[in-house]
């Protein structure tokens, strides 16, 4: 059976299991009745997170990578058509459309939980499921208008095509939807929030390694904070953070200390990186992905790598707002350098690589990755970003100044006019000379001097602590930073593209899945 790739049109589970069209049709048209009890719903909840992620596609559309030409013969078209923002025609576990399909499934999810609990009365004892419902919801739905729009803008948003808003569970085959502007997708999230966030208990999970796999108060906190911060509205991002870190960063750090124990290999310290028992890990997140492959020890899809040379020029071992770097041990957590024939990567353990057997014997199975998408430190450099567009230098400086503490192995204090100094000092990005300090194209009114200095500053600490989890593509998007597109020839720029991302490009908004297209959704304008 070909089935229409409009997900956002079934019930949670409908597919799972379905092998014909003749068994599809000897199957309820929508199960929610058999969520009745409160186990069950909590069940549900498990599944309105993706089972495919963002991550790849997010960081090789960013400026995070480059291209080490096609000697390297390890890439694939997607990754190919994802580096140069073309449209997807490929699938795969990474795919756009395993992104746009698991997030659909997930708000699925979420609605077929949230009908329950209404059909139940919304007794008071399902309202930490109804607040779980509610913001992974709005959560779904973020990063879908992320991916498939333009960034929230007040000045384009209230017309900039957004996504189809899911608030209720669908039971007929085939309803026509329109997509809702990107003004009133963020509008839908921000009521999301409000109403879920307060009906989140912590106490409701079995133990805390289980929270970390669902939307606990710290984790909604900040997620609430990164959807103001996109939205421009400092104060909100500011507060909701506070929330997150519970006015006292602290007690939250990632404890490097216990991590770096671990650092004889790559794969042993990204595992702990993204443990459950790490306090800073807010969310964490499993999806079939090649994630931890790509940023891990291996060859796979090296061709687009975050390799020496933009680590020197550009980021972890380039001239910092903390100083200039040259040591991979400099950090607490030190980036892991693989180099050789058709080889460069520098790499933080972001990511980590598991394998899911589905015939041991056989030794077949799925690529899994596991990743922290919200974080403390998240939390942190956001109220910092927050403050400095209120203009509140010394209190951005405070949690910069933690952010660094806890990163670096030798610790400078930052300054005001440290930071003035370091900016003023550095020329602006080229492809040829490349630095830190990339030009804004934002609708932000940021003054040039010490804010626009304070903001290079926290973006290159957000870029660093980000590295291989996709958000820099976020922020590439929401400053209007313009990429182009560069070969790497050994250990200097070989050649630079014509392809550049300007201000605005269409492809910035990356393109439905095909299928999406064909079953009658209005495709994204090229």
Known sequence: MKRKYLNIVLSAGLLLGITSCNKYLDVLPDNRAELNNTDKIAKMLVSAYPENSYLLAAEISSDNVDDYGVTNPYSSRFLEEIFNWE?????????????????????ASANAAL?????????????PQKGEA???????????VNLFAQHYSKTHSATDLGITYMTTSESTLDPKYQRNTVEEVY???????????????????????????????????????????????????????????????????????????????????????????????????????????????????????HGAFIARSETALSNTPYGNITSDVAYRIRLYRYSGTNLDKAIFPRATYM?????????????????????????????????????????????????????????????????????????????TAPTPKKKFN????????????????????????????????????????????????????????SNTLAVRDNRRAMQLPQDVINAGLTPNPR
């Open 355 to 431: 394998f899911e057997y589905t015939d041991p014997v056989a030794g077949i199975g799925f690529s899994r990755g596991v990743f922290a998408p919200i974080t403390s430190e998240e939390a942190l450099l956001t109220r910092a970003e927050a403050n400095i567009q209120l203009k509140k230098y010394s209190d951005a400086l405070a949690d910069m100044q933690i952010w660094v503490r806890n990163t670096m192995v030798t610790v400078p204090t930052l300054t005001e006019a440290g930071i003035n100094t370091w900016a003023n000092n550095l020329a602006y990005f080229t492809p």
């Open 187 to 305: 509008n839908f999230i921000v009521k999301d929030l409000e109403e879920g966030i307060p009906l989140i208990n912590d106490a409701s999970y079995a133990n805390s390694s289980v929270s970390k796999y669902h939307f606990n108060k710290a984790a909604a906190n900040t997620f609430a904070a990164r959807v103001h911060l996109f939205m421009g509205n400092w104060q909100k991002a500011a507060e909701y953070a506070t929330l997150a870190l519970n006015n006292n960063p602290t007690e939250t750090l990632r404890d490097y200390v216990t991590i770096a124990s671990f650092a004889a290999n790559l794969g042993n310290i990204s595992r702990e990186y993204n443990a459950s028992s790490v306090k800073a890990n807010f969310l964490i997140s499993t999806a079939y992905s090649a994630m931890g492959t790509t940023f891990g020890a291996y060859y796979t899809n090296s061709r687009f790598s």
């Open 134 to 144: 509610l913001v992974a919801r709005a959560y779904n739905h973020f990063l879908l």
């Open 442 to 497: 934002s609708e932000y009114n940021i003054e040039t001097g010490t804010q626009e200095n304070m903001l290079h500053a926290v973006l290159f600490m957000r870029r660093i602590q980000t590295l291989h989890t996709g958000m820099r593509w976020f922020d590439v998007k929401r400053y209007g930073i313009e990429i182009t597109r560069r070969t790497i020839a050994g250990t200097a720029v070989g050649t630079v593209s």
């Open 115 to 127: 009908t329950a609990i209404e059909e139940a009365g919304s007794p008071v004892n399902l309202n």
């Open 87 to 107: 449209a997807s025609t490929e699938t795969n576990n990474d795919g756009i459309d395993r992104v746009w399909s698991s997030g659909y499934g997930a708000i």
